[in-house]
């Protein structure tokens, strides 16, 4: 079973400050683990994911995430926050099956910019 | 490449009707995932197709079907609605089912009266 916890169901930063969005999974498998964003009335945006190889991992703009084994954590940075970050982050995870496994998903973290 | 797309993109029902809706997977994909989105529940994931078989399900009762295409479109079914069943239906699409990055559509909104 898996299961993925996002700590801060909303997170309010100022603009240009940093942004750290926190996600703690559990696996029984080694786990795949994704970042996803979500505007209003839209669909789900890939910001980043971990696979295997190098546990720090680049996204679109401007984020990026560390995957930490002993400490089960995948939080996402950001150094500068845009005021276009605002919008709610979803932590994932899954299998070794990738997608045909089904993404399980955290809560959602909130992100507001203030001006 | 155009995207995932869903259709009707809003819909309301009543209690004891059914609803089909309706998801084109980007093309070339070949893997079609679905997804419950509420505000109380969060993204839950509904079943899995690829190649026309439903290889994965999650954990909703038989009420929830849905079938895939020989062009890799999918639908999913809702028979006789609950008020609990108004959420957010997304629609996702891969490359194929090892794939790891799911591309999703802008949903169908539920609303169940």
């Known amino acids: 079973a898996q299961s993925v916890t996002q700590l801060g169901s909303h997170v309010s930063v100022s603009e240009g400050a940093l942004v750290l969005l926190r996600c703690n999974y559990s696996?029984?498998?080694?786990?795949?683990l994704f970042w996803y964003v979500q505007y209003p009335n839209q669909g789900l945006q890939l910001l980043l994911k971990?696979?295997?190889?190098?546990?720090l991992v680049k996204g679109i703009n401007g984020f990026e995430a560390e995957f930490k084994k002993s400490e089960t954590s995948f939080h996402l940075t950001k150094p500068s926050a845009h005021m276009s970050d605002a919008a709610e982050y979803f932590c994932?995870?899954?299998?070794?099956?990738?997608?045909?496994?089904?993404?399980?998903f955290g809560k959602g973290t909130h992100l507001i910019i203030q001006p | 490449k155009a995207g995932v797309t869903q259709t009707p993109r809003y819909l309301i029902k009543t209690r004891g009707q059914q609803v089909t809706l309706s998801c084109s997977p980007i093309?070339?994909?070949?893997?079609v995932s679905w997804y419950q989105q509420t505000p109380g529940q969060g993204l839950q994931f509904l079943f899995e197709?690829?190649?026309?078989?439903?290889?994965n399900k999650g954990n909703f009762p038989g009420r929830f079907s849905g079938r895939q295409f020989s062009n890799s479109r999918s639908e999913m079914n809702v028979s006789t609605l609950e008020l609990g069943d108004s959420a957010l239906y997304l629609c996702?699409?891969?490359?194929?089912?090892?794939?790891?990055?799911?591309?999703f559509g802008p949903g169908t909104r539920l609303t169940v009266t």
């Open positions: 696996s029984s498998v080694p786990p795949y």
């Open positions: 996702a699409s891969s490359l194929d089912r090892e794939a790891y990055e799911q591309y």
């Open positions: 093309s070339g994909h070949r893997s």
């Open positions: 994932a995870v899954s299998g070794s099956g990738g997608g045909a496994d089904g993404l399980t």
């Open positions: 197709y690829f190649s026309e078989t439903q290889r």
């Open positions: 971990y696979t295997t190889g190098a546990t």
